[in-house]
């Protein structure tokens, strides 16, 4: 009996491997730009969000500088490089499991939440109101909004499956991913915008308006995170 044996590895690393090796290979000269996602994509068969990933997880090994808007370049590798990230989670299927349950925490949030948690959510509202103005982004700001309305939405499970995804946010294939989105600051600015609607809906005790603007957050995100950068 001849077997083959069955790899259990992220589609997404099986791409960057492949990718990795022709650079190894020379088949793309340091300083050189790759083919676009969308050309990457029709060659490998697969859609440009997992090339996308890819090209990520690429770039945090150090094979490829990725620009935001024009695309993604092979560094010289005379000075070594890293393994590809093998460990993480992919960034498209965390942000598409927050979309399933955060609009819900939110709305429960409006029922539920302390004064203290109110107090809270204000807060990581001045933060990153702050740091926009600044024209920076904190990831830990963001992280205490978000479980702040998760700890108010007095469902510990909830709670507990939000604070496991959003440990994996900070996984460093989805924490290059969200650096490219925060580096563009009409993406800031929308998020900015989100955040005041979901903490307006908490605040005025409006469940639906809590729900639809965690809802409306969470799709521009997402979108943003699959919209063409190259």
Do not use: C
């Not at 001849?2 to 491997?17: G, M």
């Not at 300083?31 to 490998?44: F, K």
């Not at 900015?192 to 639809?212: C, F, K, L, S, T």
Request: hydrophobic content about 45%; charged content about 25%; cysteine-free.
């Amino acid at each position: 009996m001849k077997l083959q044996a069955v790899s259990n590895r992220k589609l997404y690393i099986q791409i960057a491997d492949q990718i990795r090796d022709q650079i190894l290979a020379g088949a793309v000269e340091p300083g050189r730009q790759l083919p676009s996602e969308r050309d990457l994509a029709v060659s490998l068969g697969v859609s440009r969000p997992t090339v996308r990933e890819a090209l990520i997880a690429l770039e945090v090994a150090g094979f490829v500088e990725v620009r935001v808007g024009v695309g993604a370049f092979v560094r010289d590798q005379s000075k070594g490089s890293a393994a590809l990230p093998d460990e993480g989670h992919s960034p498209i299927e965390i942000i598409r499991v927050r979309r399933l349950l955060e609009p819900e925490a939110a709305a429960l949030a409006s029922q539920n939440i302390s004064p203290e948690g109110t107090a809270r959510m204000a807060e990581a509202m001045r933060r990153m109101q702050a740091e926009t103005a600044g024209n920076r982004w904190s990831s830990e700001s963001d992280r205490m909004l978000h479980l702040t309305i998760a700890e108010g939405s007095g469902n510990s499970m909830l709670r507990e499956v939000l604070d496991l995804l959003w440990n994996s946010r900070f996984e460093v294939v989805d924490t290059k991913f969200h650096e490219h989105l925060a580096s563009m600051s009409e993406v800031r600015t929308h998020i900015m915008d989100d955040h005041a609607r979901i903490v307006a809906g908490i605040v005025q005790g409006n469940a639906e308006a809590a729900r639809e603007a965690m809802a409306a957050h969470l799709d521009f995100v997402s979108a943003a995170m699959l919209g063409a950068w190259d």
